[in-house]
């Protein structure tokens, strides 16, 4: 069974924090992706990654950084976060050519 | 003209009908359909999966892509209240199979199933 785990559900935190979410992968998948989901935009691709410390930007990579050390754990990391953040952030991952599969999600909100 | 179009919605619908979902794309070398399902404040689901043309079915679902007309749907039979949720069409390029470049959306379509 397929199992992607995201460290927090529900995230509050203030302007100008810097700000870590978690992603675990079970699945010895070598693609993990973070996007950011919003009303009225849909999913927008933040981040991905195809290989232990590799990283490549997506469509909305400002303001975002990443980090993979291992294999399984993807990172995403708001440097300075701001109210502009606030979103649903969803991690995915998959194998190439397989289907992208999804965490449950975080609901940060910054204020 | 946005790479992926979809309805969305809400879309209300009598318990026990049947519900078609549909998406429209723009660049034609998308080759790997899905959709996904996502429940008010959880990820999306995945459904089905389905590369290039023709049908496929998973018990009261049935993934349909045209790649002729760049149109894609999906077909709920004996819809229920459970089936209540966001409907997401994704799809992706032949070259990763929707890897390492991420997928392209459609903004979902809310869908209502009146008990």
């Known amino acids: 069974d397929v199992k992607v785990t995201q460290s927090s559900r529900y995230l509050v935190k203030r302007t100008g924090e810097k700000v870590f979410l978690e992603c675990v992968q079970d699945?010895?998948?070598?693609?993990m992706f973070w996007y950011r989901q919003d009303p009225g935009l849909g999913l927008r691709l933040i981040y991905f990654?195809?290989?232990?410390?590799?990283?490549e930007k997506g469509d909305i990579p400002e303001g975002y950084s990443v980090s993979r050390e291992k294999k399984e754990r993807f990172s995403l990391i708001l440097e300075s976060a701001s109210t502009n953040q606030t979103s649903m952030y969803l991690c995915?991952?998959?194998?190439?050519?397989?289907?992208?599969?999804f965490g449950p999600g975080t609901r940060l909100t910054v204020l | 003209q946005k790479e992926v179009e979809q309805d969305p919605g809400p879309l209300s619908v009598p318990e026990g009908a049947i519900v078609s979902l549909n998406c429209t794309y723009s660049?034609?070398?998308?080759?790997?359909f899905m959709w996904y399902r996502q429940y008010s404040r959880k990820g999306p689901e995945l459904l089905m999966y389905?590369?290039?043309?023709g049908n496929k079915e998973d018990g009261r679902f049935t993934a349909q892509v045209d790649k002729s007309s760049k149109y894609i749907s999906l077909f709920i039979r004996d819809s229920q209240p459970s089936d209540s949720a966001t409907y997401l069409c994704?799809?992706?390029?032949?070259?990763?199979?929707?890897?390492?470049?991420?997928?392209?959306f459609g903004k979902g379509t809310h869908l209502i199933i009146q008990p």
């Open positions: 995915a991952s998959n194998r190439p050519f397989w289907p992208q599969y």
């Open positions: 699945m010895d998948h070598e693609n």
């Open positions: 990654s195809y290989d232990v410390k590799m990283k």
């Open positions: 660049n034609s070398a998308f080759q790997y």
């Open positions: 389905t590369y290039s043309s």
């Open positions: 994704a799809m992706s390029g032949a070259k990763t199979g929707g890897g390492a470049d991420g997928l392209t």
